[in-house]
């Protein structure tokens, strides 16, 4: 086989084949790339720190989706109870059973240690758009998972947190909720929704969401830490703060706001600005008098 001749399209390569040969120029295997001669060679790279923040991001949002839902659906009272503790605790044990039957299930299989193809440009993720026409007849398909792992592995989360979502927070709700916490089911109804959706944007938008994650964060930080203090009837700047300190509830959401906050800065490599964690919280407290629609 002459190599030196490339393969049409940015993607397409040969698949060697056990008798010291090769296929025609079409796809590589799932976690296989292609290199310079256009052969497919399988991926064996380590997972790089921007590419473990991404997949932390894809696991924290589920997560704070599992909370959101939790704590819209029960109207949790500014005192934790028991069976809505209970709840959280199982949204974390779901989340974590997920990620780490994720990881197993990814090469190499049954180990923590996952190999990775690297992803060089946005379109590593659109593999399908340019599959090539030759000579503008038919199309070679050589569409594959260039990314390998990070699309198949989030998608396979996705799908294993709605699996332990059913299996475990019904029993959950039966066991410990009925009678006790008011709509506790409605969660894992919105859940049913919310899920789908999540992994249709991904699907959709996963090479943008890849490259902006660590904004994303941010935006998400201030948005959750501006809608927490706006559904607050009382918006005396004493009023918030001493209900900013006085309640648990607000105090673990204000903390988580800081901490998501602090992953987005981290991601971008900005460590300087940890120290801006608390500002947004800060902000909104010190300005709210002035905000006031009664004041205009």
């Known amino acids: 086989m002459d190599f030196d001749t490339k393969c049409p399209g940015y993607y397409c390569g040969r698949m060697p084949l056990p008798n010291d040969t090769f296929t025609d120029c079409g796809s590589c295997d799932r976690g296989w790339k292609r290199n310079d001669k256009f052969i497919c060679v399988k991926c064996d790279d380590k997972l790089e720190l921007y590419d473990l923040l991404f997949l932390a991001f894809n696991i924290i949002v589920p997560f704070l989706i599992h909370l959101f839902l939790i704590d819209y659906t029960t109207k949790t009272p500014k005192k934790f ?3 809505i503790f209970l709840l959280y605790l199982c949204a974390i044990f779901e989340v974590g059973l997920s990620a780490l039957l994720s990881v197993l299930l990814t090469e190499p299989k049954f180990s923590f240690e996952i190999h990775s193809c690297g992803v060089s440009s946005i379109s590593d993720f659109y593999t399908y758009f340019f599959n090539p026409s030759p000579g503008y007849e038919k199309t070679l398909i050589c569409t594959q998972e ?15 947190c709605v699996f332990f979502m059913l299996l475990f927070r019904p029993i959950l709700n039966e066991r410990y909720c009925k009678n006790k916490v008011e709509r506790a089911s409605l969660a894992v109804y919105y859940g049913l929704y919310a899920f789908p959706l999540l992994a249709l944007i991904y699907a959709v938008a996963g090479g943008f969401i890849y490259f902006s994650f660590p904004y994303i964060s941010l935006i998400i930080s201030c948005a959750v830490n501006a809608g927490h203090f706006a559904m607050k009837q009382d918006q005396d700047t004493k009023q918030l703060l001493i209900s900013s300190l006085t309640s ?7 903390v988580g706001n800081w901490l998501l906050f602090s992953f987005g800065i981290v991601s971008i490599k900005k460590y300087y600005l940890l120290l801006l964690a ?3 919280s800060i902000f909104y407290i010190i300005t709210a008098k002035f905000t006031n629609p009664e004041n205009y």
């Open 248 to 254: 648990i509830r607000n105090v673990i959401i204000i």
């Open 81 to 83: 109870s028991k069976e």
């Open 278 to 280: 608390p500002v947004p």
């Open 146 to 160: 260039r990314v390998y792992p990070l699309q198949t592995l989030v998608l396979i989360f996705y799908a294993s």
